[in-house]
Structures are given as C-alpha cells and as structure tokens.
C-alpha cells in the first residue's frame, strides 16, 4: 500500500515537473515563472518520502528529461541538485535556515554544472561571450561619444575596464547569492504547500533570529586586510580573497537587515518599520548598505542583542 502510494504520488508530481520543465524549456515569458516552479515538485517528494525513493524519483525525471531535449536534461540537473538537498534536510528535520544553505549549495553546483555542459554540447564559452558583449558595447559607446563630441580620457575608461573586470572576478558570488535568493523562493513555495496538505508544519523562524557566527566576521576581516596588499589579479588568491571577502559582507548586511527586526520586536515597534528600512536601505544602494553592514559587524562583534536582552 505504501509503495502503490509512493508510485502514485511519484508520477503526479513526475507529471508536474515535466510539464514545467517543457514551458521552462520552450515558451517564452511564463518560462521564467515555470524556472521558480520547477524544483518544488521535486521537493515535496523528498520531503514526504526520504533519500532512496528520492534518489528513484530524481533519476526517473532525469530520464525523461534526457529523452525529450538535452536542453531539458541539463535543466533538470541544475535544480534537481539543490532541490533533493533541501527535501532531504527538511524530511530529516533539519532547520530550515540549514535546509536553505544545502539547497543554496546544490543549485550553485547544478548552474555549474549546467554551465560546464552547455559549453560542452554547443561549445560556447558564456563567459567568454559576455566579455566579448561588453569589448563589443564599449568600442560603440566610444565611437558614438566621439561622434557627438563627448570627451572622456583614458583613466575614466580604465576605471571602467577595472570596474567591469571585477565584476568578472566575482561572478562566484553572484552565482551564490543568485543560488540562495532562488533555494529561499523554492523552498518558501514547496513549504507553502506541504503545510497545506499536511499536520506536521514546516516554518520558517522569525527573520530577528537570523544570527551570523563570530567567524564570518573573522573571515570579512581577514579578507580585508588582505586586499590592502598588492596581489595579482591574474593569480589565483585575488579572486579567492574578493569573493569570500564580498560573500561576507552579504552576509554581514543581512545581519544589520535581521537587527532592524529584532529592534523593533525588541521596543515593540510596528512592524513596517523594518521593512520600510530595509527597502530603503536597498533603494539608496551603496552608501546605506554599507551602514547596515556596520551595523551587521557590531551586532556580531558585541553581541548587541544580548545586551539589550539582559537590560529588559
């Protein structure tokens, strides 16, 4: 009886995925929509029925995804990844920040894998190709200042150069922070309707917990005073030192995000004032981010919150 339920439920949400994929794969649009969908049939499976029948349901999907395009192939291993590390840190239960890392991780390793695949099968470098984009827009937007007589010296465009270079150098951090902002939708939806089907609740803790151990701030310091020296930027401890420098600082804003929410609760404040802090502090983009992430490095550092604990 077991087994028949676990088949049945198998090819439903089997059938769910494939349809998702085929619009993830094929229509315009609502693709993008499908993308966010995709691994939460996946994630319900794990959840409800653990790691070996799992494992069948993911390589099932696998298969029928290689049968219909090598596209649909690729796609499936870059969500399928994360999404079965996420049920099976939820299905074991494990806390949901821990499930959202694992899931975080394994997208992360299934977009590099879908990248590394791709230029396999077609031979085109993505990378490659963005830096020729940009050589590409830049000798245009040259020619075309020229053109109406606009002046711009050599050290504005190397600063633009250098800019654009670094931007380069940290695609590792975007391809985590896109990682963890894509596991936290996933998760969020395939939590959504598992509470509504089921007794045993899976929730989020209030984002004011969120709490960064002492060693990110160890690392962000680190990392910081390493940039002071002079390293190469071809050699390989540069993009090392930027990206673990810059993931945690991420994570050190969030920190400063998740002190705003514990302040409030802590003076009994409306709600909405965190909120409205936080979407202005993204609005005003660099110069209130890097407040927050002071914020974040005092928080961590002196145990702010512990403080105003014990003056209560």
């Known amino acids: 009886m077991n087994n028949a339920r676990k088949m049945t439920e198998g090819a439903i949400l089997g059938g769910i995925y494939l349809v998702l994929l085929l619009i993830a794969t094929f229509a315009p649009v609502i693709n993008i929509l499908a993308m966010l969908i995709m691994p939460v049939p996946i994630i319900l499976y794990w959840i409800r029925h653990g790691f070996k029948p799992g494992i069948y349901f993911a390589l099932a999907i696998l298969l029928?995804?290689?049968?219909?395009?090598?596209?649909g192939f690729f796609l499936t291993i870059s969500v399928a990844i994360g999404a079965a590390a996420t049920g099976?840190?939820?299905?074991?239960?494990?806390?949901?920040?821990?499930?959202?890392?694992?899931?975080?991780?394994?997208y992360a390793l299934g977009f590099t894998i879908f990248l590394a695949g791709t230029q396999f099968v077609s031979g085109i470098n993505i990378i490659d190709e963005i830096q020729?984009?940009?050589?590409?827009?830049l000798q245009s937007l040259q020619s075309e200042m020229d053109?109406?007589?606009?002046s711009v010296t050599d050290t504005q465009w190397d600063q633009v150069n250098a800019m654009f270079d670094y931007i380069m150098v940290l695609i590792p951090t975007m391809i985590a922070v896109g990682s963890l902002l894509y596991a936290f939708i996933t998760q969020w939806l395939a939590q959504k309707i598992h509470n509504r089907q089921s007794k045993d609740k899976i929730l989020y803790p209030p984002f004011r917990r969120f709490n960064l151990p002492v060693i990110v701030l160890f690392i962000y310091f680190i990392g910081?005073?390493?940039?002071?020296f002079d390293m190469d930027p071809n050699g390989w401890l540069y993009p090392v030192v930027a990206n673990v420098t810059e993931l945690a600082g991420?994570?050190?804003?969030?920190?400063?995000?998740?002190?705003?929410?514990?302040?409030a609760h802590h003076r009994n404040l409306p709600k909405v004032l965190p909120i409205l802090?936080?979407?202005?502090?993204?609005?005003?983009?660099?110069?209130?981010?890097?407040?927050?992430?002071?914020l974040g490095i005092i928080d961590v550092g002196f145990r702010l919150r512990e403080r105003m604990s014990s003056r209560k």
């Not at 020729?132 to 827009?137: A, E, K, L």
């Not at 910081?224 to 002071?228: D, T």
């Not at 991420?250 to 302040?263: C, K, M, P, T």
């Open 147 to 150: 053109t109406v007589g606009v």
């Open 132 to 137: 020729n984009s940009y050589q590409t827009t």
């Open 250 to 263: 991420i994570l050190l804003v969030l920190q400063g995000f998740s002190f705003f929410f514990y302040f």
């Open 64 to 71: 029928f995804s290689f049968i219909g395009t090598l596209a």
């Open 277 to 294: 802090a936080v979407v202005v502090s993204v609005l005003f983009g660099t110069i209130l981010l890097y407040l927050v992430r002071i």
């Open 88 to 106: 099976y840190a939820l299905h074991h239960k494990q806390s949901t920040y821990e499930a959202l890392l694992k899931g975080a991780a394994g």
């Open 224 to 228: 910081s005073f390493a940039r002071w």
